[in-house]
């Protein structure tokens, strides 16, 4: 059963239970309804309509929602990571401060998309349109903003690691060495 063969459901408690049912929702209607803080991973919601909807602080891991309608929706704070996103509309959509991690983007209509403060990793933008796009404070790395089809006007600046992660690398490298000395010193 699909997504379109239902009616809409009108509460965030009937989408999901459609959810925990393991309901194809590919083209289902979800306009206009508060998701916020929803956890939508591992799913298939090609076609589906999210305009309008509130997806604030919302979680889409390893989703394909290619071809969807995300325009005016509020992803203010949302996690997209591993999403194939292609050829969504995000056509005045909100995603402030949004965190996006390999999402796939190409050929995405982002026009007039609020995407101040987001981070951008790994991006696909291949063909997307982001005309009008807010980047304020915005930051991305290994994101190829010349393959768009229309870049921002206003390029984020660069994300760089936290410094955790490099002071977890060179911890990683001297453990190796000592290692590596101690092994040799005992074989001699």
């Avoid at 690691?161 to 590596?180: C, K, S």
């Amino acid at each position: 059963m699909t997504g379109e063969g239902r009616p809409k459901p009108s509460t965030r408690e009937e989408v999901l239970a459609r959810l925990r049912d393991k309901e194809h929702l590919a083209g289902i209607d979800l306009s206009g309804l508060d998701l916020s803080e929803i956890k939508l991973t591992g799913m298939v919601l090609v076609g589906a309509n999210f305009s309008r909807a509130n997806l604030r602080q919302a979680i889409l891991a390893g989703i394909d929602v290619r071809d969807a309608n995300f325009s005016a929706a509020n992803l203010d704070g949302a996690l997209l990571a591993g999403a194939n996103m292609s050829q969504v509309n995000l056509q005045g959509a909100s995603l402030k401060a949004a965190k996006l991690n390999g999402v796939d983007l190409k050929n995405a209509n982002l026009t007039g998309a609020n995407l101040s403060e987001a981070k951008f990793l790994a991006v696909d933008v291949a063909g997307a349109d982001f005309s009008g796009v807010n980047m304020d404070n915005a930051q991305a790395r290994s994101v190829m903003w010349a393959r768009a089809k229309v870049p921002p006007a206003e390029r984020p600046s660069a994300l760089w690691l936290p410094w955790w992660v490099l002071a977890l690398t060179l911890g990683a490298a001297v453990g190796l060495a000592v290692w590596l000395y101690r092994r040799r010193r005992a074989a001699a």
